[in-house]
């Protein structure tokens, strides 16, 4: 059977950076790629924010310098899935689409978690020309636009409020006549003169030319009518789910289903660690990502050196 010291799964920015620093660390580690290499990021257009590139860059070309730069150190890429894993057992096991099983001395999930969407026609292929799930990414692109973005929780009250410092109109799109936000979070968006709140309503259409999303039809739930609305951008902010389920419950999972950590990386198991948006409902960003994808690898570092 094949054996590793260090096995990660998931490549966005926080599985490559560990992939970058275990290598550099002489693990030799094997990346599990996933069905999404280089993840989230490989759908967004231009970055702006990832600190060292003052004129921005495209996400999927950081993405590939990320791959070539843990390359350059060894780094092992698989372009397959794992399906599930052994954690009872040490090493632990981890199990390949193809049935191949390899053992590992550490491991790092970096498997992320997925923005949901409503399940509507055309949004998927409409990312990046007017929707998105992320507006601390993409809200600078909508200067003095008009914008709908759906959701009632913390994640729509925080980037509504956020989205207000470019957009001229920000219209919170919400399935009941009451939020689930936090108190605070929802006073904060109430008092905010550019938001302003459609209830009992969802999307039920997005109306779009060949540069993007044009407008929406937005359905009245107690009534059933529909209108169209326009809009520059539609977000939505309804929650993300952790990608876990290969994990089949082996680790302690937070009320969300995000793993839980503990002083950056640590696991429920020890020899475990877990970074980037796969334990991070709060921040989800590349750079944060990228940053606990360090402390994942150094972690797994000092963990198979004391074992030695
Ligand atoms: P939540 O699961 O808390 O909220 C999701 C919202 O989306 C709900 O209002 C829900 O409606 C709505 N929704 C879900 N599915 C659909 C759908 N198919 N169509 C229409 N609406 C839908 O997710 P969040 O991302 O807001 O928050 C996740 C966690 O992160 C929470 O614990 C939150 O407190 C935390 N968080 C904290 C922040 C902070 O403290 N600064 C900032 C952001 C998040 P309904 O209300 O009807 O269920």
């Given at each position: 059977?094949?054996?590793?010291?260090?096995?990660?799964?998931?490549?966005?920015?926080?599985?490559?950076?560990?992939?970058?620093?275990?290598?550099?660390?002489?693990?030799?580690?094997?990346i599990i790629e996933g069905n999404q290499p280089g993840g989230q990021l490989t759908t967004t257009t231009e970055v702006e924010n990832f600190p060292g590139f003052p004129?921005?860059?495209?996400?999927?070309?950081?993405?590939?310098?990320?791959?070539?730069?843990?390359?350059?150190?060894?780094?092992?890429f698989m372009a397959t899935l794992a399906t599930s894993v052994d954690l009872k057992k040490y090493p632990f096991k981890v199990t390949l689409e193809d049935g191949q099983t390899i053992t590992t001395k550490?491991?790092?999930?970096?498997?992320?978690?997925?923005?949901?969407?409503?399940?509507?026609?055309?949004?998927?292929?409409?990312?990046?020309?007017?929707?998105?799930?992320?507006?601390?990414?993409?809200?600078?692109?909508?200067?003095?636009?008009?914008?709908?973005?759906?959701?009632?929780?913390?994640?729509?009250?925080?980037?509504?409020?956020?989205?207000?410092?470019?957009?001229?109109?920000?219209?919170?799109?919400?399935?009941?006549?009451?939020?689930?936000?936090?108190?605070?979070?929802?006073?904060?968006?109430?008092?905010?003169?550019?938001?302003?709140?459609?209830?009992?309503?969802?999307?039920?259409?997005?109306?779009?030319?060949?540069?993007?999303?044009?407008?929406?039809?937005?359905?009245?739930?107690?009534?059933?009518?529909?209108?169209?609305?326009?809009?520059?951008?539609?977000?939505?902010?309804?929650?993300?789910?952790?990608?876990?389920?290969?994990?089949?419950?082996?680790?302690?999972?937070?009320?969300?289903?995000?793993?839980?950590?503990?002083?950056?990386?640590?696991?429920?198991?020890?020899?475990?660690?877990?970074?980037?948006?796969?334990?991070?409902?709060?921040?989800?960003?590349?750079?944060?990502?990228?940053?606990?994808?360090?402390?994942?690898?150094?972690?797994?570092?000092?963990?198979?050196?004391?074992?030695?």
């Amino acid at each position: 059977m094949n054996s590793r010291n260090c096995i990660i799964v998931g490549t966005g920015p926080a599985g490559y950076t560990a992939a970058i620093y275990a290598a550099r660390a002489n693990l030799a580690p094997l990346i599990i790629e996933g069905n999404q290499p280089g993840g989230q990021l490989t759908t967004t257009t231009e970055v702006e924010n990832f600190p060292g590139f003052p004129n921005g860059i495209d996400g999927p070309q950081l993405m590939e310098n990320m791959r070539k730069q843990a390359t350059r150190f060894g780094a092992e890429f698989m372009a397959t899935l794992a399906t599930s894993v052994d954690l009872k057992k040490y090493p632990f096991k981890v199990t390949l689409e193809d049935g191949q099983t390899i053992t590992t001395k550490s491991l790092i999930v970096a498997t992320g978690a997925s923005a949901k969407y409503l399940g509507i026609p055309h949004e998927k292929e409409l990312i990046g020309k007017g929707v998105s799930a992320c507006a601390t990414c993409d809200g600078f692109f909508y200067r003095n636009k008009i914008v709908h973005i759906v959701g009632g929780g913390d994640t729509a009250m925080e980037e509504a409020t956020f989205l207000t410092k470019f957009a001229s109109k920000v219209f919170v799109i919400h399935r009941r006549d009451s939020l689930k936000a936090s108190k605070a979070m929802q006073e904060r968006a109430f008092s905010n003169p550019k938001i302003e709140f459609l209830w009992n309503s969802t999307v039920s259409k997005i109306l779009f030319d060949q540069a993007g999303v044009t407008g929406i039809e937005l359905e009245n739930l107690k009534d059933g009518s529909k209108k169209e609305r326009k809009t520059d951008g539609l977000f939505m902010a309804i929650g993300h789910q952790p990608n876990t389920n290969f994990l089949n419950k082996q680790l302690a999972l937070d009320d969300h289903g995000f793993i839980k950590t503990h002083e950056g990386p640590y696991t429920s198991v020890e020899g475990v660690f877990a970074c980037g948006d796969v334990q991070d409902p709060h921040f989800r960003q590349a750079i944060s990502a990228a940053g606990s994808g360090c402390m994942a690898a150094i972690a797994a570092e000092r963990f198979i050196s004391s074992k030695m």
